[in-house]
């Protein structure tokens, strides 16, 4: 992004007034004394297969951990929608999916991660990362990576974080996220619209079929 192609894209933000700029991130500098560190030099040496997934896609997973665990601070993506504050919440990961009948989340998801700077959490994901990598499974390296430590790890006091139900961040459905763009086309639609921001809200927004 910080390329004249990249101005372009962002000069509607910039004159919009918002304060906004690209860097390149230093990867030697942010994966230096990690595990991710010796697995990037084995990738630019050409002795890490990367995949059919785009490798920026693998890069981005695993730079939004290591930039978490360098400093601190909160990760989103850039399509989500923020509607509250953060403030007050720390070491949180969420949950996108949940087993109904069990209660318990199925899928967590890394598009939204709050954390202290150098969190255990955050380690065992970059190790994950780098020991496991496969660019050949989408998610692979992103979501599901973050699903399979967090199943091995939770109950431990020493990693002391907490996974929040998906009414926190990702209350509608990827794939109904356009409903939420468009005009009430009928009173269910409408009622689907207006679900208050609580965990039944979570449920309707699943079971209703809002294409």
Known sequence: MDSRRGMQILQPFLDKGFRITSISPDFDYLFKDTVAEAWFDALRKGNVNPGE?????????????????????????TDVLVLKSFANLRNVIGAQTMDIETGNWSRLNNAVMIFDKGHPLLYKFIEEFALTFNGNKWGHNGPYLVSRVVSRVNGRPEFDFNVLPPVAFYPVDWSRIRGLFRGPRNETHLKWLRVPHGYDGFWEVHEMQIP
């Open 53 to 77: 997934v785009s490798l920026g896609q693998n890069l981005s997973n695993l730079l939004r951990l290591a930039l978490l665990y360098k400093f601190g601070g909160g990760y989103i993506d």
